[in-house]
């Protein structure tokens, strides 16, 4: 019930805040901190009964995901028992390379097939649809590496995201009047470009816009969609900084209009600014959930981005054998390691003792 | 001396002959496989086979009337899509290329095996399909001067349908590309899984082009065997579909009318060559001693080939194609 009064003030207000939520934009271009908006803290208010544990039941969630797994050979490179999804929130996905983000949202999106698991988008199951199925469920991505059409117009990739055109048929584009559409179409891509500072670039091809500039033409392209969940694979990566602040004004502004966003990023402070909730993976798994503050006091954090055992001093002695606290850790880590071979004889022994060893499922993504 | 005169009648009758028609139409086929949604069709001359014969086998064998003939030559075409498309089009480009070029070997043999004589008429191929075309002929004087070149009547008749057919098929790829459904295999051309994810389906788009290009082929079979009265397997060869695909990029590929003026200019070019070289080789006092005349044949595609490899280094895009879309990155 909480998350109905939530998702219903988000949407008044994004009425009235039509003209402020440039503004916003601009503020944190500038470097200040814009005031969150009303829907923002009633977000945060039904968050913050939301236990900060792997797996956590949210109040209004718009995608859970259940048991889902994905092998690469002898890798699991996904792994995730259950995660929801806050509706309206900005979810942060963070995690060390290899943790299985990306794979993750390819999953989620249709774009790899799971071994196994389940995901419910608004009551309906989509693992079993394919990746054109699921977007136009709603559930809309973007790649980390951009994919802009290089060979079109920034206008005509525009329009490519509008769904339900009579005129993309075969013989509805011999055989209907899609020219009406076309302009309204036309007509909301401009729009959109205008909110993206692209409108000048209408007419240019794609290939010839910059990579912040390709970054938010994927991003408006998926808001031709009218999406309800919008997936973001590292939209700051390769952004120079100061076009990665319009881009998280541009990212806010999405939750203000009500759509739900989940996010893959590295930077602990983006993560810090804008994330609502922020899921941490690590070799596959969820091992973390919290609202963003209290990322740097989780000790499994920390442990998966700098090792479990950072802050010791090692030993050694002349001969390079490891002596006294640093000796009795490694008897501990090879004991771990034989007691982490039993049970999954198909999982490689290195896994186990290298916590932020890149797997392969990045690179056999890239 | 070389007779300007004659090089010039006889590229001109190249220019618009059934030659030009027949590469016009496996070229727009082409640019609507790899010149809009990126397809690698190397067996395009297997969709001119199977349009031919299916018309031929029908109206031959089976006392088809005419239309009929055409009818199931195109949807012999459509099948063609769909039994190379299915398994291939879901895998990366590269493996439709090495299917189509297998399959039109594959459909050449078999028409031309000994097993198939009462039905393909073997090596020696169909006769007496196109008795209803020449029955339609309206120009029924034996040769008609049109600007300073005589044209057969039946050739006049010939040349006129084949330029309409290639009329029509322009005048439905300009419908198309400018249409949203033009702009998805557009968008699939440049990158499947953006496709993907704004939501189109990209194994169906890819589908309908490989059909419709198919079509196209076919259709160039189907007038080029009216046309010629002939119909035998083994002009139906792999090297046919590399010329179409010299044309298109001669011309242009993602332009609506560049494989068409490809196509032209690629049968101008080399008939010309020929000729030339024929009257250089010839005679008393040849102007090119050191080439034989049985030589030309072979030279004659050297020299195009040269041109089209000067062709790629100073315009890459064709002669109507976007430089900027050719290159890719828009710069």
Not at chain 1, 343 to 358: F, G, L, V, Y
């Amino acid at each position: 019930m909480a998350a109905d009064q939530s998702n219903d003030a988000g949407r008044a207000d994004d009425t009235d805040t039509e003209n402020t939520d440039t503004a916003v934009t601009r503020d944190v271009a500038g470097g200040e901190d814009a005031p969150a908006p009303a829907g923002r803290t009633d977000l945060r208010r039904a968050l913050a009964g939301v236990p900060p544990e792997p797996g956590a039941a949210k109040p209004d969630p718009v995608l859970t995901v259940d048991g889902v797994t994905r092998t690469f050979g002898g890798l699991r490179a996904v792994d995730v028992a259950h995660v929801e999804f806050q509706r309206g929130a900005i979810t942060g996905l963070i995690g060390p390379n290899g943790a299985g983000k990306t794979t993750l949202f390819n999953l989620l999106t249709g774009f790899d097939k799971a071994d196994s698991g389940s995901w419910v988008h608004e009551g309906e199951p989509l693992q079993s649809l394919p990746p054109h199925r699921v977007a136009r469920r709603g559930v809309v991505r973007t790649f980390q590496l951009t994919k802009a059409l290089a060979g079109m117009t920034v206008m005509e990739n525009m329009k490519l995201g509008a769904t339900g055109q009579r005129g993309e048929s075969f013989f509805g584009a011999l055989f209907t009047g899609w020219g009406a559409q076309e302009r309204e179409i036309t007509e909301r891509a401009r729009t959109l470009l205008s909110r993206f500072n692209l409108d000048a670039k209408a007419g240019d091809l794609a290939g010839s816009l910059s990579g912040g500039q390709r970054k938010l033409l994927e991003m408006a392209r998926a808001l031709m969609m009218n999406p309800k969940v919008v997936m973001l694979d590292e939209p700051m990566a390769g952004v120079n900084p100061a076009l990665t602040q319009s881009l998280l004004g541009h990212v806010k502004s999405l939750r203000d209009e009500g759509m739900t966003v989940v996010f893959v990023e590295h930077d602990m402070d983006v993560i810090r600014d804008i994330s609502d909730w922020v899921v941490v993976m690590a070799q596959g798994q969820v091992i973390a959930e919290g609202p963003p503050e209290e990322l740097s006091s989780n000790q499994a954090v920390v442990d998966a981005y700098l090792g479990a055992h950072h802050d010791q001093v090692l030993e050694f002695d002349d001969e390079g054998n490891p002596v006294g606290e640093t000796a009795e850790l490694v008897a501990e880590m090879e004991a771990e390691e034989i007691g982490a071979d039993a049970p999954a004889p198909e999982t490689p022994a290195s896994d186990a003792s290298t916590p932020d060893a890149p797997t392969s499922d990045e690179e056999k993504r890239a | 001396m070389i007779d300007f005169g004659q090089l010039l009648t006889v590229g001109i009758s190249q220019l618009i002959g059934p030659s030009a028609i027949f590469f016009a139409l496996l070229a727009l086929g082409l640019n609507i496989h790899f010149g809009y949604t990126g397809l690698l069709n190397f067996g395009q001359i297997g969709f001119a086979l199977v349009g031919a014969y299916g018309m031929g086998i029908s109206v031959a064998n089976y006392g088809a009337p005419l239309w009929l003939g055409v009818l199931i030559g195109m949807a012999c075409g459509v099948v063609m899509a769909l039994v190379l498309g299915i398994p291939t089009l879901r895998l990366r480009a590269d493996y439709l290329a090495i299917v189509t070029i297998a399959a039109s070997e594959i459909l050449r043999l078999v028409t031309r095996s000994t097993s198939q004589t009462e039905f393909t008429g073997g090596t020696q191929g169909l006769t007496g399909f196109g008795d209803s075309f020449a029955a339609l002929n309206p120009f029924t004087q034996p040769s008609y001067t049109i600007l300073g070149l005589e044209i057969r009547g039946p050739d006049l008749w010939a040349i006129l349908m084949g330029w309409t057919v290639v009329a029509l098929c322009v005048l439905l790829t300009w419908l198309l590309v400018r249409s949203p459904w033009g702009r998805v295999i557009k968008a699939i051309r440049e990158d499947e899984d953006a496709a993907r994810a704004l939501g189109k389906n990209v194994f169906a788009y890819k589908m309908q082009a490989l059909a419709l290009g198919g079509v196209f082929g076919a259709l160039g079979g189907i007038v080029l065997a009216l046309a010629t009265q002939s119909l035998t397997p083994d002009f139906y060869s792999p090297p046919q579909t590399f010329f179409a695909y010299a044309a298109l990029i001669l011309g242009g590929a993602g332009r609506v009318l560049g494989p068409v003026i490809g196509a032209m200019l690629f049968w101008f070019l080399l008939s010309v060559a020929d000729a030339f070289l024929r009257q250089a080789t010839a005679g008393e006092n040849p102007l090119l001693p050191f080439i034989s005349s049985q030589d030309v044949g072979a030279i004659r595609f050297v020299l195009v080939g040269l041109f089209l490899g000067l062709m790629m280094v100073f315009r890459p895009q064709g002669i109507f194609g976007r430089r900027r879309e050719v290159l890719g990155d828009g710069r």
